[in-house]
């Protein structure tokens, strides 16, 4: 029985869940800044803070090799001034703010008391309660600077993440943004606000992430520079099909989490999960043009349509889908469509539902000595049944690894079909619902296939393997599918 068709419906971004600290950025430029102490701990705080440009006066008796190191070779900018003497109340009457590295509890009481007397932000080093603000791990593509913040519970969790954003940005990122902010007048008087700022400074980010230094672009940054703004924006958009994977955020491309961040209007599937979502700009507009089995949904018509408006009226349309646009993405329809009504498009591969599978299986899809060949099969028709003309005699090979998608409501005539065309009774098989997010998973064999899906919780998206391949994980081995199995198919 078709479902009702549903119109597509627009989806409010996530409410801003609770922020444990509020990350600012302070401008210390030319401003003067004490620092009590002079631990390693404290050099570093004194190297952030003059790095920042801040004049820092330093107040310690006793210096460590790494407070004695940093005052040799000076800072990045501001100044560092030492102070062979104790901190009294009457140095914090102008500071921009305090830090101190105090053991003692009693002397880390009394510096914080007269800090919040003189009005000034305070930092007692390892000491939450004494701290107004707390200093995060930093990475510095200058004058792009990312703070991180773990509210003082995991600094090396912290740092760990820094290093990964490390890994994502260029150095030359630090160039570009320095550029851009020499620029920004110049774009701000030439360029009319709305979509011809907006595409200018969409061009200028594409060159930025290319890892490559702005110079390298023409004879002067201002030159390439001008030839961008020069360009008109173009009346229309464009349509990006994105795909985003299996479900679980980490497995999207940088590519694709770019697309979702220069989005202005997102068109997504039921089966993209709210942690890719999350992952948009928090602007662009959401609609829900839910095409899911069995349930109400858009019309593939409409969502054409709907496409195409957004990108002639000049919007960045993302249609975000589940798993990847070119298999079992209706994405031939749309390309189609789009290229006829004049609009660029572009396609974003991501992870499709049968790779995630193998890999959450821990299975080689062409074992070399299991499979030659793999294949990816739908198994639902527009009419919900088993598709015509499959070719039952070659899924049957024994040497062929088989993934059915949208199989569910099929898994029982797929396997009558199978065995029918000479398939072993025992051939392994499994079926997995919401691949990557740790959900029902049952390994058996295709005998019991059918019983299987009809146990299973009718309201999620099921994928199927067939094949030798498959033997291990219907033999529930110790690689620990025990606990995931959704049920037992000798039970």
């Known amino acids: 029985m078709l479902q009702p068709l549903r119109k597509p419906s627009e989806a409010e971004p996530g409410r801003l869940g609770r922020l444990a600290k509020l990350p ?43 407070m004695d190191a940093l005052l040799s070779r ?51 080093v390892d000491k939450p309660g004494y701290c107004d603000f707390q200093f995060g791990s930093v990475v510095n593509r200058s004058p792009v600077v990312i703070g991180i913040s773990t509210d003082g519970a995991a600094p090396i969790l912290g740092q760990a993440i820094r290093r990964r954003i490390e890994t994502l940005l260029h150095p030359s990122i630090a160039s570009w943004a320095a550029v851009a902010k020499h620029l920004r007048e110049h774009v701000m008087r030439n360029l009319s606000p709305g979509m011809a700022r907006r595409a200018f400074w969409e061009r200028f980010t594409d060159l930025a992430f290319q890892g490559r230094a702005p110079e390298s672009f023409g004879d002067t940054v201002q030159t390439v520079l001008d030839r961008i703004a020069s360009e008109p924006a173009a009346r229309t958009g464009r349509v990006t099909l994105v795909g985003a994977g299996p479900g679980d955020a980490e497995l999207l491309t940088l590519k694709a989490m770019r697309a979702l961040q220069s989005a202005d209007v997102i068109l997504f599937d039921d089966l993209v999960s709210e942690d890719v979502l999350e992952l948009a700009r928090r602007e662009a507009k959401r609609l829900m043009v839910g095409k899911r089995g069995g349930r109400a949904s858009c019309a593939q018509g409409d969502i054409n349509d709907l496409m195409t408006r957004l990108a002639l009226q000049g919007k960045q349309v993302v249609r975000l889908k589940s798993g990847d646009p070119m298999v079992f993405g209706r994405a031939g329809e749309e390309i189609e469509h789009l290229e006829k009504a004049g609009v660029p498009v572009d396609v974003v591969p991501g992870i499709t539902a049968g790779i995630a599978m193998a890999s959450a299986l821990g299975v080689s899809l062409t074992h070399r000595d299991m499979a030659q060949s793999v294949r990816f099969v739908t198994g639902c028709a527009k009419t919900e049944r088993l598709p015509s003309g ?32 000479g398939c072993s009774p025992t051939m392994p098989a499994v079926l997995v619902s919401n691949v990557s997010r740790g959900d029902e998973r049952w390994a058996g064999s295709i005998a019991d296939l059918g019983w299987a899906s009809e146990r299973r919780d009718p ?13 291990r994980a219907a033999k529930a081995n110790d690689r620990g599918l025990e606990q995931p199995l959704m049920l037992d198919a000798t039970a």
């Open 390 to 421: 499959l070719d039952w005699q070659g899924l049957a090979d024994p040497t062929t690894t088989t993934i059915f998608y949208m199989a569910g409501g099929t898994a029982g005539a797929i396997a009558e079909r199978l065995m029918e065309a």
């Open 74 to 124: 000076g800072a990045a900018d501001g100044s560092l001034t030492l102070h062979r003497a104790d901190w009294s109340a009457d140095l914090l009457t102008d500071p921009a703010l305090a830090v101190a590295d105090l053991d003692d509890e009693d002397e880390a009481d009394a510096f914080a008391a007269a800090a919040h007397e003189a009005g000034i932000p305070v930092n007692v």
């Open 24 to 66: 600012v950025f302070f401008d210390l430029k030319d401003r003067r800044a004490v620092l009590v102490g002079g631990s390693p701990g404290a050099a570093w705080k004194a190297e952030l803070l003059a790095a920042a440009g801040a004049h820092v006066d330093i107040y310690a008796l006793e210096l460590s090799a790494e």
């Open 459 to 471: 309201t999620k998206p099921v994928i199927i393997g067939v094949g030798r391949v498959f033997e």
